[in-house]
Every structure is written in structure tokens, then in C-alpha cells.
């Protein structure tokens, strides 16, 4: 039994040294990433204890997918195993203004798209304090869009806390499928973060974003809406209670998997037993520490973070 | 217009450092890997003038494949660009004894998969001398065999000389599967190449090398037939006649596309106005060299296989 | 036929990793860089279908060269081979402000500076719409200063555009030979790229930009000069009229090449029909793309410079 | 509850690229070795269920070992943390006949050498059905040598199985040491491996492989003591019984972690119920597909072993 | 006999990519690095003719160090070498703020550790100009700190000028300690360099720089003091004068060593007989070129430093 | 003073990772090659105090070579800067058989060339008890020719011993060139080290190793002439005395640079009294170690020597 169970696509990211495009690429860094599982990763190595699951080739990818999320400590036992699917994969060119990193999505038929229900640990999500996923598993097939309205649902209804980031990509489906994929589960949501963009992109919400956490809290019944701006810094509705929060600068190597930290953190803290604004403040650390770190994966510890919000500042330490 | 028009898939060929695993690997060394363009890069390194079309996405992945062949000399005009597939990969782990070399194809619904014979350039064919392909190509889609069959039909109602390698895999269809796939085509055969294994494996021929050459050529009207023996070296049977032919031995770097670099030996002294059995001295020549240099393609050039023809020893030139 | 003929010399270029200097290096990378085939490279990537010719040692280090060239589509059948002169090579040390980047060249007696006109196919310069070099080819030995004035003659006699830009090199020759120089090719110029430092130097010309531009174009008759002013934008004046560019702000990762890549997004909007405002769009976002990759070459897409001039931002897209 | 509990000193090792020298090295490849959990490692990636135990420092270094081994399966859950000590550290230099490979210990003062009986967790050991520990530990200092023999005690007295490597080391103990150090493990062991060398050079048995075997499991009452003899293979008396083994011919990467992965494959087949015979065979080809990978570790999975048992070939599988 | 002896200790400085964190490293870059060698190489590359000195271990890994330090002109004959002690580590974990870097010290009982005066040549330190050590040197061990009094003393009683860097490192001993091992060395000191934070937090001396250094030169008969302010510059007071020296802007890539590249640019001009002003400028101008260079040494060169001082631009220099 | 000054050409050595071509090579791997420096590398190494001096470019490519020579222990003092000559360089391309290992020289020009005796430190050679060139020096220019003559005179006279090494290089000169270049010296060597190769091809000496060393030794006066014959050992006659000495077998990881280190050995044991087996037996040893070695500079210490010599075996030493 883990605090945290998380459930989604993991991706082997394959990218070119900084400064190389992906067409002239001879050496490729390989990583483990995808929303769910860089959640779960983050979380445990903040103190959370997590699981992550999902359906993976019975393959050398497949190990390689697990071997990297067990290394943090993410417990993987949940993961379905097939010998009939492909390991999903994407390609990050990192850019440089004006050119835009890049992501080439090679993950059509991943084995992950063909998890049922049925193949899944249901017992061990209703005995978790948290269940997590976001709006990408549902986008990714219409087996996962049912997958995870049961998994939800039955957190749920076992008094699992339910998390859910929007993460609307706009690779995967368009903002009209996103909004019918997302008002399917919203009201299965306990916690739910969304990216100010999303929110309006998708679901047309467009006020302020004390307004929008509210709209979203009403309409749908949900505890808990946290709101990100980029660089706004995040807001919180709980209960009816607004928190707020800024970022924290970073001099940023690898933006990707920023918003996947960001939840973690939150994750992390909210398990420990902290309020909504300690666990916005831990988020917003997380988020800052992973951009310094190359890799969907925020490599953190729970010192860093305290060092972060502390604001002990970022010179040598010898 | 080329001498030579091969045509096929091409994958990225993504493979991590000798010693280490794939399911290990923090690094991918890539390279573009691909039977047809292995052939006609080998060719074209040694003279002889070579084309390749294939299908491709329009994306860094399909520019990739694209700027590796030509920097070789090879024309890619014939390639046909499209929005709507992946382009395949496959992973390369090098073994060592008793640990096979292992590979991983990840090639299902590649772009080359929806080729239609509508959209290749048939003239370009018809305007080569040789026309290449292998029994991969027809193993990978229906549409694909149909291709195939067109235009090996198009080249030799031409007077193009159509070439064609068994190369069975048996990660791609079973003996039986490729038996068919076989028999379809090699009426339209001219020049057929077949390793003795694929020979008795799929087409149930077990006889010595000669008369199983001298029974292909007969059963299906094969003007000339080369068949090859791994180590034991290779026999041709060209309008009765017969030629042999050793291997050159070769301390082995990667023997990944020593079949390719054989058959592009063989054509491109075939095409410079070699006999059947110097056309096979430079292609046991090129495929020795092959097993020196890393990756699917023989990166040679004719003085090297002159060099090892003429056997002129291998120390050190300063 | 190609739309676009450029000569002169590519060098190989070989650095040490960024932050470490050559003189503690232990590994170079590879790349060949030079200012006419880094021309050729951005306007046939950008849509242009250019050649580039030159003369090269018949050597691993010469065919090195090409195949580098080949890879991104530019057509090498004009090169020259031989077996008696050496590759130029520079060595590239990434600077970091207060220390510069610092080159060291290597370029004494390589072969292209024994290039005769004799040796170069006129008829391809002459069935082209632009024939390009630059100030760097007659700065590296009388012949090629005889062979560049006979093949811009050549070119501009049939009625091909003849383009040039400056780029004066202190290490190759003084201000006054550099006059001289350009003095014998001006007449022969048809489209003059000059940066507004190189025109002050060596030509001596102080004013402001406009009338820097407006004296070159009457006192050489050339019909459009581009006169650049690195982070000031750029200014043509053709037939009269004026046209300015701002820069697009870059991301430095590299800014060798920055100058090719700008007349090489220049030419290629010119060779499709864009009129010299559009000409100098392209150009100044082929030169800002330029800058975010590692090496001399712009490995550009149109995509990129479109986006760049429609400004969409530069965030991650997927 | 896992079925194997080993534990030891687990060293960061640090290698420089094949044919460079420490001396001169830029670059250090980085592992996690140590002769215990190599073992965990290969038993549990074969289907064993491991766990390893150690002590560690609370730090980076000390995290990167933990992170290494979990990502094999390995349970770490009973690893004690200290701010008090450092991490031990191998250099490996790979050697060339006639220059060997070449080991620097800077293990002294490691973490682990100060892990006392009471900082463990006697009951994980007690529930294990095998608890494994070589001759390194005792060897690393005087609180070692105690807890080790408190923990095999504790192990054997609850019926787990104590498994022993004699695993003698010059760089650690003399033989004088050694022999005293082993006899007063020796009567708590019921599995005993010995490399014919050690069981010479310490305890002075020299007779053939079986007689020493004999010797040892009379003299100190062992159930199986199996005997190893580099290429002649091995041999094991269990219960009287004799079981032969020949050694599976290798193409050796990286000796290192040979005689661990033989003791991981002959766990994990014996916890899956096979005879000594069959534990043998398991043993013997997991050391013989250690060596073609490069570091201390087996990664190797239960095909792979069964191939090598079934001695499938090695050539290329597609 | 050289100009400047330095002496202290010398670690192996391992350290990851950028971006990468320890704890998941899979590869370390080598270098040699500290204060003492560090000062000694800068000095040496500016032409200042240097020697060091330290005990270090008869293995590959002390002959690392050395070769390393010979290769920039330093003259290490007087390194002590010993079979019974380990070299010093430290490993280091490039920082991107919010994240600083991070310094893993593994030094303990590390070779110098053990070095007394006996085993030095106090000739050499007598024959010198000047004679430096850093205030790491004496909170190594107790035998240093004996060793550093007589070293500083014998080099004072011979006439040769005592240089000294207060260097406080809080992972080596406490502001307490540290005062105390300062008071016992600053009476032998006639240049001392002190970071304005060290005064403060070690000798608390909290006034402006400059009533700082007149302090320390009145409170221990000090000739020359250097307070180094940071982004402030830097200040001297020498025989009651005060120089003042800004600092030059530098885009940093590793700010280790930055205060050994002043000391050493500092000691390089005052050893040609620059003025207290001149050598502040050509300090801060070291510094400032080190800040560019990955590793602890300053490989700059005369030029380099010139062009600094004469504030000649950072532009490519071709 | 040194006991060994040695005289020569150093070049940069750019190769690309084994496995790879020159001709699509991305990365080169840099070292200072140069057959005397490696004699003076191999001779310091193993205890023997040399000096190596040529002229090299005052740049960092020319300071890329001293630093290196110097990190081993040779003296540079004698190098002559300039500023206006080129550094010379060879491309490496390890082969694999039989694809021979290619050397491309990039040498003309080279600073050395214009070396004048004049130039020289000749007090260095006079006070040196071995100075050592080989038959590459004279082959570079005629200047050289004239400077080689004049320091192996000038040390005969002094009553230095000279040694020198036939080094016959095909791409340098004719065997009727060279064997003129050689005639004019031979007269003024004491110790001539000749590969039985170069002395038939160059000096038609075609006996019995015995006979060509015998012949030489009387023809031209020399005291000591060592015959090496490859796999077959190595043969001395000196003051009529014939030593024989095998080779020791060696896993070859690059063979270049062997002859040099066979040299240095010899020197190195000569010059620490040896007897002419005994230096032969050195020799030999080095040698087969430089083979274990990347690089052309034998990275070898007086330990590595005497274990092969007392044959200890090539196992793991931990
Ligand atoms: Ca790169
Ligand atoms: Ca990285
Ligand atoms: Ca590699
Ligand atoms: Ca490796
Ligand atoms: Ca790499
Ligand atoms: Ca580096
Ligand atoms: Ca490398
Ligand atoms: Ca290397
Ligand atoms: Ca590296
Ligand atoms: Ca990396
Ligand atoms: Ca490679
Ligand atoms: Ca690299
Ligand atoms: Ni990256
Ligand atoms: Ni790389
Ligand atoms: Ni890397
Ligand atoms: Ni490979
Ligand atoms: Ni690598
Ligand atoms: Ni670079
Ligand atoms: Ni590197
Ligand atoms: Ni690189
Ligand atoms: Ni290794
Ligand atoms: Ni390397
Ligand atoms: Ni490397
Ligand atoms: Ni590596
Ligand atoms: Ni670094
Ligand atoms: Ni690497
Ligand atoms: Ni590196
Ligand atoms: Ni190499
Ligand atoms: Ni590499
Ligand atoms: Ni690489």
C-alpha cells in the first residue's frame, strides 16, 4: 500500500545534445518521462511514497521504462506487462528563442492504450490517500478515456482523494474533444490542477483566476482548484479559502515536466500533512528546482526544497 | 536518371554503446539502417550511381533518414513526403558471445507501409539499368506487396534488370507467409540473391548451394542466381555457368548489413561492366569491409576494395 | 542546373567542447564550415536548390567535406579533385565574454587556392539564376582572385545575378590589399552584401547606413546593396529604393555563420520571388535561427523562418 | 519479506574508457559494486526477490547507490544512513594482456565499516529463506567481522539458509587473517562457494575440486560447499552428492563481477526449487553473459539465461 | 629554484555534466583541484615561474594530479610520496539557481594530511620570492597546522614574502577553530588576501574593506592586505596606501577557483614587479577569465589577460 | 640538464572513435604524437630524465603539445616558438583487417622545418649522456637535414652517445632519398635502432637480422645496432656481442607508437646501466605495454615494465 498512486504514459524520451537539431542527431539521451509518472517520481523523493502504474511492453523499453522510476523509489508493482503493444516514445529537440523546443510524439498505439479496468490494481488505488492522473490518459485512447473515469471513481468512492492536472496537449485531441473528455471526469475530481491556458483554451474559462478556481470548484464540486500562471505565480480555492503563490526564479536548463513537479511537490506536502498554502509554497519550489535539472524527472530532495523556500540563496557550498 | 533505383524501408537504427543494454542505455548512437538504401549507399560509394525512394513522414525523423543517404550520393528524389505516419525505428544491442545481438523492431504502421504504386516515380525506374529491392519490403504490407509486384513488373517489362535479395526475417511474417510472398514476385526476378539459409528455411530448398541456385533459376526463370553461405562463401549460377567465390576474413566491428553490402558490391561492379564472378569478388570484398566499420552502412570506397581484392595486407599506411 | 552556384573554400572546423580551450582539448568536434557553402547550405535547406564547387583534396578529410554539404541537398558535382594540395581546417575555441571566440586557421595551401578558372564549369554558373561568393575567396591567393573576377564575369555576362558579400578577414589580409580587392570584383557585383564595419574599414565609407549603401550601389553600379549592422538590423537600397529590417533577438549558442545564414535566407526568398523587404526578412530570421544551433550551418527549415517571421513565440510545442 | 537478504559494502566504482589509463583519465565511468548486492542484483533480475542491506552515508554518493540497485528490483528498505562516514570507493583501470586490469581500493572508513548487530534488522533476516554475505565484509573491520557473524548466527538459528563466498581479497587481509576471519564464520554457513584459489591460498586445500569440497563440508559441517575453477568449470557436494558443471565460453567485456553473477544465478534457480545441478548450470551461464556486459552488474533476465542453457547460438536475432 | 612556492592540497575534482545531479551520474568529469596548485598554475601560466608542493599518494591517482599540474609548467619535484595514504576527493554538482552548487568533500586522512615539516624543502621555500598558502592548508590536520607555522616562519626568517588567503571553508572547522589557527599564522604573514565574509564571520571584522584590511595590517604587522568584496571588486591597503580595483564582468561557466585565479594573477604581476594596483587589475582580470573556463584552473595566458586590462571587446577574433 | 635529449617533429594526432571513418567522423580525439617525444614520454616515464625540443607555432595548438609532453616529465625548455609557421598534424583512422589503420598526414609546412642549428640549444645536447632524433627529422626539409646533421655531430664530439632510428615513412620520402638522408648521418650514430624492414627496403640489407646488424655496425662505425623484426623479437650487436630478445604477447588496442616505446625502453634501462639484454628486454616489455594503450605515447611506469619482464601474469589485481 503507497500514500500516492499515480497512473498514465510513461514516454522514453529521446534527445540530441543542446544545439544540435534532431535531423543532423548521431547520439540520442535517453530518459523516462511522462505526466504521471515524473508526479509520482518527484512525490516520492520528497518524502511522499508513491506507486505509479500503467500497461507496458514485455520488452528491453519496457524494463528500461520501469528500471528508471523503480531507481527513485516509485514502487511499479501495478505495472501491466503485454507482449502485443509498442513502448511509446517522443523526441524533445531542446530549442533557443527564437527557436521553440521542439516535441515529436511517437506514441500511437502504445501498449498503455489498451489498459482495461479490468487488468488493473483497483484495490490498491481505493487504499491510497491520493489516486493521480491528468488530461493526457484520457486523450490518448478511447479504452483510456473509460480506464480512467472507472479509476476515479472508484478512488472516489473509497475516499481516495482524487487528483487531476488539465495538461491539455494539443497534439492529441482538440479543444472541443479535450472539454467533452474533461467534463466526463471533472466531477470524479477532489483536486484539481489547471493551467490558467488550459482553462480558458479548453473549457472557455476566461476571468481572473480566483474566478476561474471558483467557476471550476462550483461547477463541477470540486475541494480543491489550484490555478497556474507561468510565471504569475499559482492560486488556490479550498473550501472557499484563496491561497496564493509566486514562483521562484530559476535559471532554467529544462523546462519540461515543470507543471508534473509542480504537483508533486504539492503531493508530497499535502501528504506530509501540510495546509493548501504550505503545499503551493513546496509546489512552486519543486517546479523552480526542476527546471535546473536536465530531464523530464525532478531529481530533488526534500532539503532542496526547504533550502528554496527558505531562500538561503544559490551560491557554493563548501 | 541513375543506374541503379532501390527501393524499401529505412529506419532509424537507435543502438547504446557496445557492453551496455538497452535496457540500460542513457545513450542511443543513431544512424539511418535500411536493406534497399544500405544497397544502394554501398553502390554509390563504389561507383555506381544509385537512387532510392521510399516513403517518409515530413518530419525531423524522415529529414534524418534523408540527409544521411544523400551524404553518401544517393538520390532521394524519389521520396514520397507525408503528414500521416511514423517513421520506424528499430534498436540495435550489440552482443558478444554467448549473448546475441538483439534487435527490436518498432516499425508497425511506418510511412513506407502506405505506399501505392500511384505514387512512385515508375519512369525513373524504368530508365535504370538495375532495379532493386528486398523480400523485407513485401513483408511489411499488403499495399507494400502490391507495390512491389508493380514495380518490379514495370522495370522488367522495361528491360530493367530487377534484383532482388530473400532477406527473410522472421520477426516479420512466418515461412510460409514469405513463401507466398515469395513465389508472387519472383517471376519478375532477374537477379535473384538468396542466402542458403532463407533458401531452405522458407523455400524448402536443401540441396547444395549450386543446385539449389541451379533449381531457383530454373523454377522461376532467374537469369542469374547468387546464393550465399556465411562463412563458407558464395556461388553464383548465371546461364548455366557457375562462379565461387571465398569470403574475405574480417575481425567484425558490427555485422549488421554484410548481406546489404554484398549485393551493393555486387552491383555496382555489375553496373561498371563486371563479370558475374568479379561482380562476386567485390561483393565478398565490400561485405568483409562492412564488418569493420560501425553501423548498417558500408562507409566505403572503391580503393579499399581494390585493396582487399588485390590482398594487400592490412598494416599500417603511413 | 541549379538556381544558386556558389564557390570558395570550406574548411574543416574542429573545437572543443564550449568551456574548454583548445589548447587543454582532448576531443574536437567536426563540422565543415565555410562562408560559400554555408550560403549554399541555408538557401538550398530554405527552399533554394544550390550548388557549391570548390577544389579539395581526394582524401577522406576533402570527401568529408562533401558528404557534410551533400547531406543538407547541395549539389558537389562541380568540385574539384586532387591529390596534390591539403584540407584548410580552423579550430574554433567557444568564447565567453570577457574572452572571445578565438580561431586559429589552418587554410595555408589548400587545395582551392590553386583553383583555376580553367578547371570550373562556367556553363552551370551561367545556366543559374545567382552565382555567390565572397571576399574571402581572391583574399586567399592571386589565382583565386583571377578565378573569382572570370567566374563573376562569366556570370554576369550571361545575364546570371552575381552576388557578394564583403567579409573581410583581418587574418587573411590588410585593409589596403582588401580594397584593392574588392576594387577589381565591385564591378562585376550585381547584389553586395556588406557589413557596415567591413565597408568602413576597408572601403572607408563612415557614413550612415543609407548612404553608405546608396555610395557603394552608384559609384560600383551595383543594383541592390545590403549593407548590415549587426544588432542596429539591416538596410538594402535596390533601384533607388530603401528597405529596412530589424533583427529577430537571439539566443546565442553559436553565432559563427551568422552572416552566411543571413544571405542564405536572403537569396532563397529572392530565388522564390520575394521582393528585397521580404528578401531581408528572411534573412534576418534565417540569421537569429542560425544562432540557437552549434556549428557554421543554419539547419533551418522554411517552417522555422516562417514562424520566426510571423513571430508565434518560442515555447515547447506539443 | 523477501526470499534473499545479502549484505556487504557496496563501492561507487569509477573507470576510466578502455585503453586509457587512470593516470591520464578526463572521464570516469560511474557503477555501484559491491560483491553482495551484484549478487542481489542478478538474483532478483531472475526471478529471485531480493533485498540488500548495508550502511551508507546520507548523502549523494550514498543515494547513488541505493538509486542503482533499486532500479534492479533490489529492496534497500533495510539500509542504515549516517552523516558520519564516508562512501567507499573503487578505481577500475581496464586492463590488456600483458598489463592487467587494475583495482584501487579507497574503501577505508567507509560507512559501512562502523554497522553494528543492533542497526540491523535481524527479523528480515530470520523471515529470508537465504541470507548472503561473502568474505569481504568480515575483512573491512573489526565491527564487521562481528555483526557478521551475529547476523549469519541469528540467520541460521530462525532456518534461513547462510550462503558464504570466501571471496579473499589480498588488498584487504593477509591469509593468516583471512583463515582465522573465515573459521569463525564457517560453522554458521550451510552454502559455501569457493573459489579453488582462496580455498588454497587461505585455508590451505589443495587437493582436486572435490576433495576440497569434501574437506570443507566435513570439517565445518556445510551442506553444499561448491567449488569454483575458472575455466575448468565447477563443482558442487551437497549432501554427499556430486554435481559437475562446465563453464559456457564467453567474449569477455569486463571480468569484473563474474563470480558474483555465479552465485546470483545459483540463488535464484536454487529459491525457484531447482536441484544443485540445475542451480549450477544457472550459475554458470549468468557468469558467462556477466562478462559481456560492461560493470560490476549481471543485467541479465531469465531468457537470456535459458538461451544460454539451451545454448541457442549467438548470432543476430530478427 | 622557482619565483613562487605554493603548498597545500591537491584533490581529484569529480564532477557530472551540467544539469545532472550526483546522484544520478553515470559519468564524472577529472580534474586536478586546489587552492594552493590552483594559485600555482595561474601564476605560472602568466609567467611566473612556480613550484608546489604537498604529500600525495604513490598511486595513479596522486600521479594524476601531478601530471596535471606539470602539463601547465608547474615544477612539482618537491612533492612528498607515500605509500599510506589515500588522495583527497571532491566531488562537485554544477548548481543553476534556485539550486547552488554543491561540494561533496571525501578528503579525511587524506596523503598531506600527514605531511611534516621534516619532510619538506625548506631550501626551496628560503630560495623563493614569494612563498603562498591558504588558510584549507592548516584546518586539515593537526600535523599541517604545525607544518604550516614552520613553512611560513622559516620562508619570513629567510626573507622571502609570506602569502596567505584566509580561504575559510565551514565544511572544514568552525568559525572558532578557524580563528584560532588564523591568529597562530597571520604574525608570519607579510601579503594577505582575505574575503570580505571571511574577516567578518572568522575574524569578525564588519567595518567597510578598507578599515578591514588597515586592521588586519596594524593587528598582525602585515605589509600588504587584499579584501576581496565580490561583485564589489577588491581593495588594498600596502604601507598605508589603498588601491582599489573593480571587477571585470565575466558570463561565468564554473566559479570554482575564481579566488585562487585572483590570488595567482595577483602574484604573476607582483613577481614582474607590477605595482599593489597593477596586480590588483591583473587579479581581477584572472578572476574574471577564469569564471569562463570549466574546472578549477585558470588556463589563460599573458594575452589574455592583457586584452582584459586594455578592455578589448569579446568578439570572434578571425 | 637532462640525461636524454631527444629531437623531432610533434604533431597533433586527430583520430575518431574506432569503429568510425575520417570521412564521416563528428568527433576527433586529440593527442601529441611524434616519434621522439614519444622516446622522450616513454624514457621519463620509466625513470629516465629527458628533454625533447623542436620549433613549434607560439599558439595554443603548439602549447597543446608541450603541456602534454611536460604532464609526463620532459623537459620543454628547448622548444623554439614562432610566430610564423604552422603546427603540423595526422589524422588517424584505427582499422580493423583487413581495412588497414590510415594515416593522413597534414605535416608540410610544419614549424619544425625550418628548425636551424643555430636555433638549438646545443649545450644541452653536449651535456646530455644520449641524444636521440630518427629518420623522420632529416626526411622533413632541408633544413633539417642540415640541423640533424649538425646536433648528432655536435653531441658525438662531446662525447654524448647518439642514437637514432631509421623510421623509414613511405609518404615522406623515396627509399633512394632516404637511403642518401641516412648515409650522411650513420657516420655520426652510436646506437642505431633499424626495423629489418627499413633496412632492406631502404638500405637493401637483406641477411639474417644478425648480418644486417653486423654490416651496419662495420660499414658505418656505429658501436651498437639493434635489428627489430616484428613479431619475430629483436637482435643487438654490440662491440660484436649479439643479444637476443622475444616479444611479449599483447593484446593490441593501437599499435602505433610501439617502435618509439621499444626505444624508450631501451634508452631508459641503458640509462640506468643496463646491459645491452637487459635494455633489450626493456624495450621489449614497453613495447608490448604501449600496445594495451590508446594513444601514441607509451603511458607506462618502471612497475608495469618489471612485471612483464618477471612475467607475472595479466589477471585482475584487487
Ligand atoms: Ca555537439
Ligand atoms: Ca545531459
Ligand atoms: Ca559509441
Ligand atoms: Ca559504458
Ligand atoms: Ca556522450
Ligand atoms: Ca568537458
Ligand atoms: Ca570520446
Ligand atoms: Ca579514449
Ligand atoms: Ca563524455
Ligand atoms: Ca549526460
Ligand atoms: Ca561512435
Ligand atoms: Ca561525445
Ligand atoms: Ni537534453
Ligand atoms: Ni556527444
Ligand atoms: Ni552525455
Ligand atoms: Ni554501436
Ligand atoms: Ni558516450
Ligand atoms: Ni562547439
Ligand atoms: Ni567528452
Ligand atoms: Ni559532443
Ligand atoms: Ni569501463
Ligand atoms: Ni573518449
Ligand atoms: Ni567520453
Ligand atoms: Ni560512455
Ligand atoms: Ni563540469
Ligand atoms: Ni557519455
Ligand atoms: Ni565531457
Ligand atoms: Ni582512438
Ligand atoms: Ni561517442
Ligand atoms: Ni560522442
Request: glycine residues 12%.
Amino acid at each position: 500500500m503507497t500514500a500516492l498512486v499515480t497512473f498514465g504514459e510513461t514516454m522514453l524520451r529521446l534527445s540530441p545534445p543542446r544545439g544540435e537539431r534532431l535531423e543532423t542527431a548521431r547520439e540520442l539521451e535517453v530518459q523516462a518521462g511522462g505526466a504521471e509518472s515524473n508526479v509520482a517520481v518527484a512525490a516520492t523523493r520528497l518524502g511522499g511514497d508513491a506507486a505509479w502504474f500503467s500497461k507496458l511492453p514485455d520488452s528491453p523499453l519496457g524494463r528500461r521504462i520501469v528500471g528508471e522510476l523503480r531507481s527513485h523509489g516509485v514502487d511499479t508493482d501495478g505495472v501491466v506487462w503485454t507482449d502485443d503493444a509498442r513502448q511509446g516514445v517522443y523526441y524533445l529537440e531542446h530549442g533557443a528563442s527564437p527557436r521553440p523546443t521542439n516535441v515529436v510524439y511517437d506514441r500511437a498505439d502504445a501498449a498503455v492504450t489498451t489498459l482495461e479496468t479490468g487488468e488493473t490494481d483497483l484495490d490498491a488505488v481505493r487504499d491510497a490517500e491520493v489516486c493521480y492522473t491528468s488530461g493526457i490518459t484520457p486523450a490518448l485512447s478511447e479504452t483510456l478515456r473509460e480506464t480512467t473515469a472507472d479509476v476515479l471513481d472508484a478512488a472516489q468512492d473509497a475516499g481516495t482523494t482524487t487528483a487531476f492536472d488539465l495538461n491539455y496537449r494539443t497534439k492529441l485531441w482538440s479543444p472541443e474533444e479535450a472539454a467533452e473528455g474533461y467534463r466526463a471526469l471533472l466531477g470524479s475530481v477532489d483536486l484539481l490542477f489547471a493551467a490558467e491556458r488550459d482553462a480558458a483554451t479548453v473549457l472557455g474559462r476566461d476571468g481572473d483566476a480566483e474566478s476561474v478556481a471558483r467557476g471550476l470548484a462550483e461547477d463541477y464540486g470540486i475541494e480543491t482548484v489550484v490555478v497556474t500562471r507561468g510565471e504569475e505565480g499559482s492560486l488556490a480555492v479550498s473550501g472557499g479559502a484563496v491561497s496564493e503563490q509566486g514562483v521562484y526564479e530559476a535559471e532554467t536548463r529544462d523546462a519540461i515536466g515543470t507543471g508534473d513537479a509542480f504537483v508533486g511537490g504539492y503531493l508530497a506536502k499535502h501528504l506530509d500533512g501540510g495546509s493548501v498554502a504550505e503545499s503551493l509554497q513546496w509546489a512552486s519550489a519543486t517546479a523552480s528546482l526542476k527546471r535546473t535539472v536536465d530531464g523530464d524527472i525532478a531529481v530533488v530532495n526534500p532539503e532542496d526544497v526547504e533550502r528554496v523556500v527558505a531562500d538561503e540563496g544559490d551560491g557554493i557550498s563548501r
